[in-house]
Nanobody, 115 residues
Framework: VQLQASGGGFVQTGGSLRLSCAAS????????VGWYRQAPGKQRELVAM???????MYTDSVTGRFTISRNDNTKLVLLQMNSLKPEDTAVYYC??????????WGQGTLVTVSS
């Protein structure tokens, strides 16, 4: 699986952005997909993830503001981000994994939220 992320940018506090992750390759529907982020000087952290035919999961800090969705027909993973805060500033990465050995990352896309 190859992943191509897009949609980052600069936004003011309270604004919205939508990140997209386009996947290519076979058997995409069996993968758990998610978005991670890494802020300057911090470790990469999970933001949201969704397994096949399962309920999305979110880290506490984005619950109620971010929504992850997937379309297995178009092989697209979206992250709708609303009510953005300066602490959401980070490089965001999409991820797809299945089992222990299949783990793929897209290139990062930068999100900057000004105060």
């Amino acid at each position: 699986v190859q992943l191509q992320a897009s949609g980052g940018g600069f936004v003011q506090t309270g604004g919205s952005l939508r990140l997209s992750c386009a996947a290519s390759g076979s058997m995409f529907s069996i993968y758990t997909v998610g978005w991670y982020r890494q802020a300057p000087g911090k470790q990469r952290e999970l933001v949201a993830m969704i397994a096949p035919s399962d309920t999305p999961m979110y880290t506490d800090s984005v619950t109620g503001r971010f929504t992850i969705s997937r379309n297995d027909n178009t092989k697209l993973v979206l992250l709708q981000m609303n009510s953005l805060k300066p602490e959401d500033t980070a490089v965001y990465y999409c991820n797809a994994h299945w089992g222990g050995a299949r783990n793929f990352w897209g290139q990062g896309t930068l999100v900057t939220v000004s105060s």
